[in-house]
């Protein structure tokens, strides 16, 4: 035996090569139409990390498949590429074949429909990655009514389904019905020469904000499935606000584009710039000026300059588009950004300009830019964060601008009691100078605006908690999101089930504190429950747990339960026309699962006439030809597909 050979009979035996965590798939970083121009091409394609899925194995038609197959179709996801106006089928693409393993996917292409079943697949996992590591638990989308002889159930949704070219029109939105993205292709306006191909296809899926966007709007209603009802001006203005916000701050994950608009602005993110800006490609396609959207400013129609956005504390009070309305939204969470990043560069930029912060002409340092762009790039990812985690403090129905904010400050200031950055107060003097202000409040201090937290003894609450408790052990073994769903299906009956027949008497005190009533008292239109003599119906919606993480390491480990109650009210409307509408309260729990008791409970009681007063009169604005309301939310009580509807009669007129 040579040397050699006795080297290598001598060292270890080779460990299996480990399971990869991210697989890395080519993609748009905004859309094909930066790929054609000088400045932006270089930047333009990036690659997205996803969580890594093993290939299926044995896949059989019928039963269900772990792991990734043809399509893509994966764990949450199911690429189905049907074109209905061609009645065409594209062959899905494989993304574990080795080749393509190889080279990161496929190389972006227009013209490649295999391309757009990645870069949707791509852009949607990276989606769902955010929200999972924000909210400490799998994603879920939401559940599908089926209802046969009568009788009505649930199913489990494994995939979301995704059409990347489902329509031959400008749009795209999130069926709830079908749970399902549909994507829409059409020809460029002749409008606008020299920003695009006059006639030339223009594919919704290949942009990346309109991908997240869409994949939000889902994960949203897959944790608020209520949230999608338009009982007051601010109801789809959250769906389509908080779907721009994580879009936006997606942006802010691509080191080279991150790098390449810090240079370019020298370091002011205020100024114009591509991360501020949604769906270039799709605004400049149908005749506007430049991006569909804008958190930054806005192009004048008469001039085609381009101008920063003012604050303008009225504009909450009498904008009522839901697009429009949403901007101011996301222009509040944007200017708190700025206002995080602002700080966290500002010894940056005193070293750098020898204490007067004022930067020399010319181009910043390379260094600079680097250390500029990461700390943009983490304050962008906490904002991001900090949006996601509040959902988990919202209440699960009728949400405003201003109970947001409070979720957004209760839920910061629960994982870091420390604000030593700031953050909050950034936040909320960027709501206030937008006007959005909460009700029920006496300051705007950080501590006024916190959700209170249940002082009052909690013996009332004990038969409760040891229910919970019971069955809280059984969340850490569970692999699957199936078995956490079944789970959690479970544990929903069996504390209903506990209430309404054992213990509604006991907890008469937590019906106030929660805003539910679990006796009939002769409140108009509440519903009786049929499995219970003298009890009210109500929903426990949904027991979720959560395990947040700290920047100090410290683990909060909590249970959200959702619970609802609905009111049938029938009114004279105009002209002395009655109409009916289900009104509904309901609360959104919060416990310490290491001591189960109850912190919070955000609650919109089922008894609040002053709600129900303002619902009333939103309503029956509805029905008055010409009133803004009726402009833009007499299509969705009967529509299947509100947020369809929304999109195109934003865009393109009235359906």
Request: glycine share 8%.
């Amino acid at each position: 035996m040579t040397p050699e050979d006795a080297r290598f009979e001598r060292a270890p035996q080779w460990q299996e090569t480990q399971r990869p965590v991210y697989r890395r798939l080519r993609g748009y970083a905004f859309d094909p139409s930066f790929s054609m121009k000088l400045d932006t091409a270089v930047i333009n394609e990036t690659i997205y990390a996803v969580p890594w899925e093993d290939a299926a194995d044995g896949a059989t038609p019928g039963k269900q498949v772990d792991g990734l197959s043809p399509g893509p179709i994966g764990e949450y996801l199911e690429v189905v590429d049907f074109d209905p106006a061609s009645g065409c089928f594209y062959a899905p693409v494989d993304l574990n074949d080795p080749y393509l393993l190889a080279q990161d996917g496929l190389a972006p292409s227009e013209g490649n429909p295999q391309f757009h079943q990645q870069m949707v697949y791509a852009v949607a996992m990276t989606t769902i990655r955010h929200f999972e590591r924000a909210l400490g638990r799998r994603a879920l989308w939401s559940e599908r009514e089926v209802t046969t002889g009568g009788a009505r159930r649930f199913e489990y949704v494994q995939r979301l389904r995704i059409y990347p070219h489902a329509l031959r029109e400008p749009n795209a939105y999130y069926s709830p019905a079908k749970k399902a993205l549909l994507f829409g292709y059409f020809p460029a306006t002749a409008d606008a020469p020299g920003k695009v191909l006059p006639g030339g296809l223009v594919f919704t899926c290949l942009s990346h904000d309109i991908v997240a966007h869409e994949t939000t709007h889902a994960l949203l209603d897959g944790m608020h499935a209520r949230f999608i009802e338009p009982s007051h001006a601010d109801g789809l203005a959250f769906h389509e606000a908080f779907a721009d916000v994580v879009a936006l701050f997606q942006h802010f994950t691509k080191p080279d584009v991150l790098r390449h608009q810090v240079a370019k602005t020298r370091g002011n993110l205020a100024s114009q710039n591509l991360l501020g800006e949604l769906a270039q490609q799709f605004g400049e396609a149908i005749g506007s000026y430049g991006a569909l959207r804008s958190a930054l400013g806005r192009h004048n129609p008469d001039t085609g300059a381009w101008e920063a956005l003012t604050p303008d504390p009225a504009a909450y009070l009498t904008t009522t588009e839901p697009h429009a309305r949403g901007a101011i939204l996301v222009a509040a969470l944007f200017d708190a950004f700025l206002a995080i990043y602002r700080q966290r560069v500002a010894d940056l930029l005193r070293i750098a300009t020898s204490g007067t912060g004022v930067l020399p002409e010319g181009d910043l340092h390379p260094d600079l830019v680097n250390r500029l762009a990461g700390e943009a790039s983490k304050s962008a990812l906490h904002v991001l964060t900090i949006a996601i985690r509040a959902l988990d403090y919202c209440p699960p129905v009728d949400i405003t601008f201003g109970d947001y904010l409070r979720a957004i400050i209760t839920a910061d200031a629960d994982v870091v009691p420390d604000d030593d950055m700031g953050y909050r107060l950034a936040l909320v003097e960027a709501f206030r100078r937008r006007g959005i202000y909460p009700r029920d409040v006496r300051s705007l201090s950080v501590e006024s605006l916190k959700w209170p937290e249940v002082e009052r003894s909690q013996d009332f609450f004990a038969p409760l908690a040891e229910q919970l408790k019971r069955a809280m052990g059984e969340f850490v073994s569970l692999a699957s999101r199936r078995d956490v769903y079944e789970q959690t299906r479970s544990l929903s009956k069996g504390l209903h089930d506990w209430i309404a027949l054992e213990g509604r008497h006991a907890l008469r005190e937590f019906g106030e504190i929660a805003g539910l009533k679990f006796d009939m008292d002769g409140t108009p239109g509440l519903r009786p429950n049929p499995d219970a003599s003298g009890a009210a119906r109500f929903q426990v919606q949904s027991v979720r747990p959560a395990r947040r993480v700290g920047p100090d390491g410290d683990s909060l480990n909590q249970l959200i339960v959702t619970m609802m109650q609905t009111r049938d009210i029938e009114v004279d409307g105009p002209g002395r026309r009655p109409f009916r509408f289900k009104f509904r309260g309901g609360c959104t729990l919060v416990l310490d699962l290491d001591t189960m008791r109850l912190r919070y409970a955000i609650a919109k009681g089922i008894g609040d006439e002053e709600r129900l007063a303002r619902q009333t009169r939103f309503r029956e604005n509805r029905m008055i030809e010409g009133s803004p309301a009726a402009t833009y939310f007499r299509h969705f009580d009967a529509d299947a597909e509100p947020l369809a509807v929304l999109h195109r009669t934003r865009d393109y007129g009235e359906p």
